[in-house]
């Protein structure tokens, strides 16, 4: 599936440069849906490129990708045209907010409910992990926002990654299904660095309480201790521009959860950050 590659000469004004290296790759996964993981992945693409850094947002939620409805923005085409062959991988990126050489993002979106993209082979799946890494090229930052579980083809594409940010909330569930995302990864991918960031805190103290308790268990079962990327408060305002179809940072930059993503997306950029012991 050659299609999967981008081609080898850039687009006039519409792409940037290639880069020597590819982009860091930072994955974002949770143990269970209704995290807010692809707010969190959104909201990390947004101030990454606030930041300057030229940045990518994949969709890679293989059956039930949101990214585009969350942002409302309408793609003329996405990953199943790419599976397909239809289009070209670089060929699905679609800008927002002026996309990555105006100071936005790009996307490259995924098909809510499309069996083309839940039931790919594995060797599928990883000739479009390489047409990713090869995508990266053109990048300073690639964002993935994965499918919620550990089923294999969402670990073949976190195996991708350099960095995996795990998003929990204090629900039991939450906490358990991460802990297993993380055993699961550590065994499959034990070279990619994993990282947590607690969300829908209610205080602080509260979010520091359930990292150090999945902290704890990987300590004891697993022999790492994943570091502490930060702490998102609560907020209605996040649901209510996830209804509205915009970025919340597009609304309220000031924010108290669009302030904690932020911190959080410079931790990833190694500009700062914090490890909580028990």
Known sequence: MSFLLPKSQDRPNQRPPRRVEPASIIAVGSGKGGVGKTFMSITLASAMAQAGKRTLLVDGDLGLANVDVQLGIAPETDLA??????????????????GSAQGGFDVLPG??????????????????????????????????????????NCMRLARAADKVLMVI????TSMTDAYAFIKVLKGYAPNVEQTIAINQCETRAAGQSTYSAVAQACQTFLGFRPHL??????????REAIRSQRTLISTNASSQPIQDVIAIAHTLLGRGGQDLHA
């Open 169 to 172: 909330t204090d629900e039991p």
């Open 111 to 152: 098909r809510s409910g499309s069996g083309a993209l839940a039931e790919l082979s594995s060797e599928e799946v990883a000739r479009l992990a390489a047409g990713l890494s090869a995508l990266a090229l053109q990048y300073d930052q690639v964002i993935l926002d994965l499918g919620a579980g550990i089923e294999s």
């Open 229 to 238: 990327a930060g702490t998102v408060m609560r907020d209605d305002a996040v």
């Open 81 to 98: 045209a790419v599976i397909a062959g239809w289009v070209e991988l670089e060929d699905a990126v679609t800008p927002v907010d002026g």
